[in-house]
């Protein structure tokens, strides 16, 4: 059964390894690297696999590679090898990592908002609002919108 990623469908390792990539990341990064997953499997599981062999694998050179690669691959990313080999149920994994990804999305948010509210000016800023009428909010938000936008901030 092939499952989907962004209305692609996951059907060869490649794609299944690169929807991996894009949805098993670190917080507040955007991707793990071919070259951190290649140090941490070696770290962490003693297997010694190169980050070009993995990037071999997410390009489609590599269409085939070996049992214990995959075995590696798939505890890197917490899923089980047979997700890669395209076996079993991938769809309920697939509905696990994306709420995964939605998790750590939630966790960078809360993460934003304790950094910022650490911040002394940030705090003024929060205190004087307090107490503003929603309309009056609103325009300051579409305010602090717009001065972000222009120092090229999200």
Avoid: W
Wanted: with cysteine; glycine share 8%.
């Amino acid at each position: 059964m092939s499952t989907t990623s962004g209305g692609r469908p996951l059907t060869t390792m490649q794609d299944r390894l690169n929807y991996l990539f894009e949805t098993v990341r670190p917080v507040g990064k955007p991707r793990y690297s071919v070259r951190e997953v290649a140090e941490a499997i070696k770290r962490d599981q003693g297997f010694d696999i190169s980050a070009a062999y993995i990037n071999y694998i997410c390009t489609g050179e590599r269409e085939n590679p070996g049992v214990q690669q995959v075995r590696a691959l798939a505890c890197f990313f917490g899923v089980p090898a047979s997700f890669l080999l395209g076996d079993g149920d991938q769809s309920q994994i697939a509905r696990e990592l994306e709420q995964l990804r939605a998790a750590v999305r939630f966790k960078e948010k809360l993460q934003a908002a304790d950094d910022a509210m650490n911040d002394p000016c940030v705090r003024v800023i929060a205190m004087k609002a307090r107490g503003l009428s929603p309309s009056h909010l609103k325009l300051v938000s579409a305010m602090l919108d717009q001065v972000r936008e222009i120092e090229g901030l999200p």
